[in-house]
């Protein structure tokens, strides 16, 4: 377990809470933050310790010192009215301890406390439990188990999530105006975070996924880099779609492998309008450079360093981005102690775009726009009860949908003779229990058909190819 011991900066990629590693972005520069006059703040804090004298001394109960002292420290940061703002307890402080390891268990994803609901605050990371049975952005988790979530506190909820490896948890989740029920195993994730491969369209192209910006993530992509080299790539499609953000070091030494040195990374200003920059130079890539074609995947899941990176490599380097609009987090954070076993995460700064951009809740816009198809946004299909002919819910339109994206002719909120066919079509067709119902075993069988159809129809992927042909040919 890694003690919070020296006050860290770090640009949040959004959770107020972690069930997934990856911390936020780390920001080793040492700011000192403008403090009130001595007897102002004097004056102030009398009245809080007034009013603690007064609980302690007239209230009809025994009071714990510390639920009272951390209640207050938590109704400062929640007065700002800034999610990236927080106190953090034993358990909140704990919890990010944890995810500064190098692997952790859960489900995959980060939550933040909204309209009195626990959300996920932003899309989980590939290849998590979270990511593999649907969750996205914006998802609001009514219930976990058995519990009720609304107006529960942040770490109740996120402790109630996360678990050991390999048992189940069920959550009840609302998105938009749909409500469904959804069970998750819970695993242990290494933060490997690169990914590489040969790209099967052209075998010149080198294609890199990067899940998240961890503490060695410029290594494996420095060495995923080599690796493609040797294999004959001669350009790079380099994918953080779904990306929720990572350590700013990382970011800075993986960007400056695509910048000419002195070429603008990232700025950050603070509440004095004083900006500061990092610039591409070898004290951040030690002279190893990328002078191949490249292109950059993002989408909505794009998050702080995968923003940071793309806008450097766009801005800077003038690497085409491609995708939809990320996610949109611009402030950075600082983590410092408040005592052995609670910290303060808070909002100092913003940071902008080599051009002064500031996207914030606005998000990076990209230079080609490309998505998947709409049915690759359609929520899960229920596992804990069957669907069959006559049926009208919009779970049953959200199944014609699907079968709709697999080639047959199924529509509307009704569980018609047309559906019943189609299943027992898809059922025989992928030896199952021919019966024409819906059911967890059929669930599965499409929305694994359908993510093999969503990657066929990349057309992110596929737009990013053509382009790096395109380069390729006109370097020749």
Excluded: C
């Excluded at 996920?120 to 998590?128: L, M, R």
């Excluded at 294609?207 to 503490?215: A, D, H, K, L, P």
């Excluded at 989408?299 to 450097?312: L, N, Q, R, Y």
Aim: no cysteine.
């Amino acid at each position: 377990m890694k003690k919070i011991s020296v006050k860290l900066y770090f640009v949040s990629f959004v959770a107020a809470a972690l069930l997934f590693g990856g911390g936020g972005y780390l920001y080793g520069t040492l700011h000192e933050l403008q403090k009130e006059s001595l007897a102002t703040q004097k004056d102030d804090l009398a009245k809080v310790r007034q009013l603690y004298d007064e609980i302690k001394t007239s209230y009809y109960r025994d009071v714990d010192s510390k639920t009272l002292v951390n209640g207050a420290l938590k109704g400062m940061t929640e007065a700002l009215g800034d999610p990236y703002t927080t106190f953090l307890d034993e358990e909140g402080s704990s919890q990010l301890n944890q995810s500064l390891s190098d692997s952790f268990e859960g489900i995959g994803a980060t939550l933040q406390i909204k309209n009195d609901y626990p959300e996920i605050a932003q899309s989980p990371i590939k290849g998590t439990p979270a990511a593999k049975n649907g969750l996205r952005a914006k998802d609001i988790i009514l219930k976990v188990d058995d519990m009720t979530t609304k107006g529960k506190k942040l770490d109740m909820v996120v402790s109630k999530i996360r678990g050991k490896k390999g048992t189940e948890v069920t959550l009840e989740i609302k998105r938009g105006s749909e409500t469904f029920t959804i069970s998750l195993r819970r695993a242990k994730i290494p933060l490997h975070t690169v990914a590489d491969k040969i790209s099967e369209e052209d075998n010149q192209i080198g294609v890199i996924q990067i899940t998240s910006f961890g503490e060695n993530t410029a290594k494996e992509l420095k060495d995923a880099i080599v690796s493609l080299r040797k294999q004959g790539a001669k350009s790079f499609l380099l994918d953080v779609r779904q990306n929720p953000g990572g350590l700013l070091d990382q970011v800075e030494e993986m960007a400056s492998m695509f910048l000419k040195d002195g070429q603008t990374i990232v700025e950050f200003k603070d509440n004095h309008r004083t900006v500061s920059k990092a610039v591409a130079s070898e004290k951040f890539d030690q002279g190893f450079k990328v002078s191949e074609p490249s292109v950059v995947l993002v989408d909505g899941g794009s998050a702080s360093a995968a923003e940071i990176f793309a806008a450097a490599l766009k801005e800077s380097a003038d690497v085409p981005i491609i995708g939809t609009t990320t996610f949109g987090k611009g402030t950075v954070q600082t983590i410092s102690p408040i005592d052995d076993q609670s910290s303060l995460k808070l909002t100092v700064s913003k940071w902008l775009t080599p051009k002064g951009h500031w996207i914030h809740e606005k998000g990076l816009t990209p230079t080609i726009k490309a998505d998947f198809p709409d049915y690759a946004y359609l929520a899960p299909l229920p596992r804990d009860k069957e669907l069959k002919e006559g049926q009208t819910s919009a779970e049953v339109k959200r199944l014609n949908r699907f079968l709709v994206a697999l080639g047959y002719d199924t529509k509307g909120d009704v569980f018609t003779k047309k559906t019943t066919i189609a299943l027992k079509d898809f059922q025989n067709k992928h030896k199952l229990s021919v019966t024409g119902i819906l059911n967890k075993e059929t669930a599965d069988a499409i929305e694994k058909e359908l993510a093999i159809q969503i990657t066929v129809h990349d057309e992110a992927y596929h737009s990013g190819i053509t382009e790096l042909k395109k380069e390729m040919m006109a370097k020749k």
